[in-house]
């Protein structure tokens, strides 16, 4: 079935440095639609960006990503951290087969931005 | 005015007791779904609906049971709690629909810890 691998399970930054989170995916379909997901604390987890186009950066918020289908990868990038970027950030992939609206998340990375 | 509702927001609860999970939404979405989050696994489905009356099983269904009694209303139910089944659980709605328009909203979650 379709996986999604987050492999860096806490990233600490020290605030106006870039950041970057790291996603892969595997899935049997050609076709592939990434999602990033962030939750912040005492908040309800939403979505931050998606993409289906191949080699195209997607913007949201000061983030960007661009899905790379070669390598299966949809990583997470913005070029200043800020205070208020940290937070825990789920990659996703959705269920292209059945139409179901699921989606398939990663494990998540928690992003810790200090001073 | 939020749109996917949780109820209660803290539980407590001792092993063996029966608990109840309750969700509701005003997005007029036909999916919902309930998540379980906990350290270093990320979101884990256990139960999602296609709408009133129907519920399937998500990837970590045992120990779980769900009830979709309306388009809004969608009930998580631990029949005999045990301590494992503590964690955080998030209820989402969505379109039901894949690729891009997969996206899905969620509620504001309920802590469930079982003594």
């Known amino acids: 079935g379709d996986s999604v691998t987050q492999k860096e399970g806490l990233v600490t930054l020290t605030e106006g440095l870039p950041v970057m989170l790291n996603c892969t995916y595997q899935?049997?379909?050609?076709?592939?639609?990434l999602f990033w997901y962030v939750h912040y604390l005492n908040e309800s987890p939403r979505l931050l960006l998606k993409?289906?186009?191949?080699?195209k950066r997607t913007e949201h918020q000061g983030f960007h990503a661009t899905l790379h289908k070669s390598s299966s990868s949809f990583h997470l990038q913005k070029s200043s951290a800020q205070l208020s970027d940290s937070a825990l950030y789920y990659c996703?992939?959705?269920?292209?087969?059945?139409?179901?609206?699921?989606?398939?998340f990663g494990d998540g990375t928690v992003l810790t931005v200090k001073p | 005015e939020a749109a996917v509702t949780q109820s209660p927001r803290n539980k407590v609860a001792v092993t063996g007791g029966k608990v109840t999970l309750s969700c509701n939404q005003t997005?007029?979405?036909?999916?919902m779904y309930w998540y379980r989050q906990d350290t270093g696994h990320g979101l884990r489905l256990i139960h999602y609906?296609?709408?009133?009356?129907?519920?399937e099983k998500g990837d970590i269904p045992d120990g779980y049971k769900a009830s979709r009694p309306s388009q809004e209303n969608f009930s998580l139910i631990l029949e005999l709690a045990t301590p494992s089944q503590t964690s955080v659980y998030f209820c989402?709605?969505?379109?039901?629909?894949?690729?891009?328009?997969?996206?899905?909203?969620f509620g504001p979650g309920t802590r469930l810890t079982v003594l």
């Open positions: 989402a709605s969505g379109g039901g629909l894949g690729g891009l328009y997969a996206e899905q909203f």
């Open positions: 899935t049997i379909y050609s076709n592939a639609f």
């Open positions: 993409s289906s186009t191949d080699n």
């Open positions: 996703a992939l959705s269920d292209r087969g059945t139409n179901t609206g699921k989606l398939t």
């Open positions: 997005n007029n979405h036909n999916n």
């Open positions: 609906s296609y709408g009133a009356g129907s519920t």
